[in-house]
């Protein structure tokens, strides 16, 4: 018996990715995972392939920049089991680019879903968690939520925003027996990497600077730890960990590595749209 046991838990961005592999290694478990994601084709594939593994897994459709969906979710949930033990708002999308090239959609669409979403899941699990005096929300933050992220800015603010939400309510929460932690993942291969919005970037020389990521069951596999332990913040991946500590210590080395990054990007920038026109001009 672990402490995932017949645990009730809700999993946003269930379907795919980091959410989908945190449904599989808590039914593996022996918990209950109830998958919550927008995307209803690739939803109920993901909790097929989970009933067929022997887990006991539920799908619910989900928008979570939709309070009213999300607060439904939740109460339909604990009107079914009588509790909800676990939150994961795990839900997430990213837009990259520099801030110049930013239109305010691309600045909400990533807030709304990424830290909304978060907000969402809180404001309606929260107080019903404080009720039943336990619960454990954890949070899917980034390692661009402890370390500025040059290209990602939207998606830093929003990940930043969670780290800070997260602190915050775990102490607010400890009087009240329930806990709070903050994902931090470091590079996790995932689609996000794959259906991010690029702005001004070339997909695949983007992929070619990336560091190497590690996979999303491994990814969960040290959730789970970070979970079992009770950590605020759990940091996933070794190169996360070793950055977030020059972050702390050397803040001003940070910043120049950011700056040298800006500038390899902008340069990849301009090499593609010079090939873009080459190219447009062969076949004039």
């Known amino acids: 018996m672990g402490i995932f046991t017949e645990k009730v838990a809700l999993i ?10 945190l449904a599989t290694e808590l039914g593996k478990r022996g918990a209950r995972p109830i998958l919550a994601d927008v995307d ?3 939803l109920e594939e993901t909790v097929q392939t989970l009933k067929n593994a022997g887990v006991s897994a539920k799908g619910l459709q989900l928008d979570v920049t939709d309070f009213e969906a999300v607060s439904h979710a939740i109460h339909k949930v604990m009107a079914e089991f009588g509790r909800l033990d676990y939150l994961f708002n795990n839900a997430g999308i990213a837009v990259c680019g520099e801030a110049q090239s930013f239109s305010i959609e691309d600045w909400r669409s990533v807030i709304d879903t990424n ?15 404080i009720k039943q005096g336990s619960g454990h929300i954890v949070n899917t933050a980034s390692l661009a939520g402890l370390v500025p992220v040059p290209g990602e800015i939207s998606y830093t603010a929003s990940k930043y925003g969670i780290v800070g939400l997260s602190h915050v309510l775990r102490q607010e929460g400890a009087a009240h027996g329930v806990k709070v932690s903050v994902v931090c993942p470091g590079f996790i291969k995932t689609p996000i990497f794959y259906n991010a919005k690029l702005l001004g970037i070339e997909r695949e020389k983007l992929l070619e600077r990336m560091p190497k990521a590690i996979s999303p069951d491994d990814c969960a596999k040290a959730v789970l730890r970070g979970i079992e332990r009770n950590q605020a913040t759990i940091v996933v991946t070794p190169l996360a ?25 902008r340069e990849l920038s301009r090499s593609s749209s010079a090939e873009l026109q080459s190219q447009a001009q062969i076949q004039k």
Do not use: C, D, H
């Open 115 to 129: 830290l909304y979403g978060v907000v969402n899941g809180v404001a309606a699990a929260y107080p019903l968690m």
């Open 241 to 265: 960990k070793v950055l977030w500590l020059l972050q702390r210590f050397f803040p001003s080395l940070v910043m120049w590595v950011g700056r040298r990054f800006t500038k390899e990007m």
């Open 12 to 21: 946003t961005g269930g379907a795919s990715g980091i959410g989908r592999a």
């Open 40 to 42: 209803t084709a690739l």
